[in-house]
C-alpha cells in the first residue's frame, strides 16, 4: 500500500486538489511579470514541477507557448491526457536541462519545499536561471519554516471527492513535524472506489520551510540580478507570520538593471 511520491496520487491529484486557485496565482503572476515590463504575448514560459498541469493549463490559456516539466512520470501522463496541445518533458529540478530559453518560468504549489537541502535547492533555482532569456523572470512560492511546521490546523485534512466517470476518492492526510530533521511529513492515505473495485495506497512527502532570509543566498549563487520576495495576493513585504511567500526574481538584461 507505501508507494513513492506522487505515482499512485496522480491518478486522483486533480479531483484532490479542485479547489486550487491556480487561476487566480496565475493572474498573480502574469500581473507582475506585466509591471515589471516583461513581454508575455507569444512568449516561451517554462513550468517546473507541473504536476497534472493544473498551473500550466492556466499559463497556456493566457497565451503563452508553454513547456511543463517535472521527474513523475506518473503525474505526466495526466497532464498529457489534460493538454494534449502542451508540451511536457521529464526532468529533476536539480539537473534539467532542455535546449530552449524562456521569458518566464514558474514552479508554484510549494513544489520546491520538496528538495530537503539548501545545496538542492540552489541547484534548481540555478537551472532555472540558466534556462531564462536576458531579462527572464523567476516566479515561484515556498512554504515558511512556520508553514512547513503548522501545515494545517488540526494536522489533518480529510474529505471525499468525485472521480471523472464516476467513483470517488476518501483522502486523509495526516501531518507532523519532525524536530530531529526539522520537515514537514505528510502520510497521504487515500482510498479510491471506481467501479465497484477498492483500492488504498499512502504517500509519504517531506517538506522543508525556507524563509525569506534562507532564499537571499541560493538566488545570488545562482546567479540573479535582482529579486523580491511578497506575500500573495498583494505583494506586500512578509509579515514573521506569513506561512507562505512568494519570490519573483530577474536575470540580467532587464531594462534598468544592473549586469
Not at 504536476?51 to 500550466?56: A, I, K, P, W
Not at 507562505?244 to 538584461?253: D, E, I, L, Q, T
Request: glycine share 10%; net charge negative.
Amino acid at each position: 500500500m507505501q508507494r513513492p511520491p506522487f505515482t499512485a496520487l496522480a491518478a486522483v491529484y486533480d479531483a484532490i486538489m479542485a479547489d486550487v486557485e491556480y487561476d487566480y496565482w496565475a493572474d498573480f503572476v502574469l500581473t507582475y511579470a506585466r509591471d515589471g515590463g516583461l513581454a508575455l504575448e507569444g512568449a516561451a514560459a517554462l513550468d517546473l514541477a507541473c504536476g497534472t498541469g493544473g498551473f500550466t493549463r492556466e499559463l497556456a490559456a493566457a497565451g503563452l507557448r508553454v513547456t511543463g516539466l517535472d521527474g513523475s512520470e506518473d503525474m505526466l501522463r495526466e497532464a498529457r491526457l489534460r493538454l494534449p496541445g502542451v508540451d511536457f518533458v521529464a526532468g529533476d529540478l536539480r539537473t534539467f536541462a532542455v535546449p530552449e530559453r524562456f521569458e518566464l518560468i514558474t514552479c508554484v504549489f510549494d513544489s520546491l519545499n520538496n528538495l530537503l537541502t539548501v545545496e538542492d535547492l540552489t541547484a534548481a533555482l540555478t537551472r532555472a536561471q540558466a534556462h531564462l532569456k536576458p531579462g527572464g523572470l523567476l516566479a515561484f512560492d515556498v512554504n515558511t519554516r512556520l508553514g512547513v511546521r503548522e501545515l494545517w490546523e488540526g494536522d489533518a485534512i480529510e474529505g471525499l471527492a468525485p472521480l471523472p466517470g464516476g467513483g470517488e476518492v476518501h483522502y486523509h492526510w495526516s501531518h507532523h513535524h519532525d524536530v530531529a530533521s526539522d520537515l514537514g511529513v505528510v502520510q497521504a492515505f487515500c482510498r479510491i472506489l471506481d467501479g465497484g473495485e477498492l483500492r488504498e495506497f499512502v504517500e509519504t512527502h517531506r517538506e522543508r520551510g525556507y524563509d525569506p532570509a534562507d532564499l537571499e543566498e541560493p538566488l545570488r549563487v545562482a546567479g540573479f540580478v535582482h529579486w523580491e520576495i511578497v506575500e500573495y495576493p498583494d505583494y506586500a513585504v512578509p509579515t514573521p507570520d506569513v506561512p507562505r511567500v512568494w519570490v519573483f526574481a530577474w536575470v540580467a538584461g532587464k531594462a534598468g538593471m544592473e549586469e
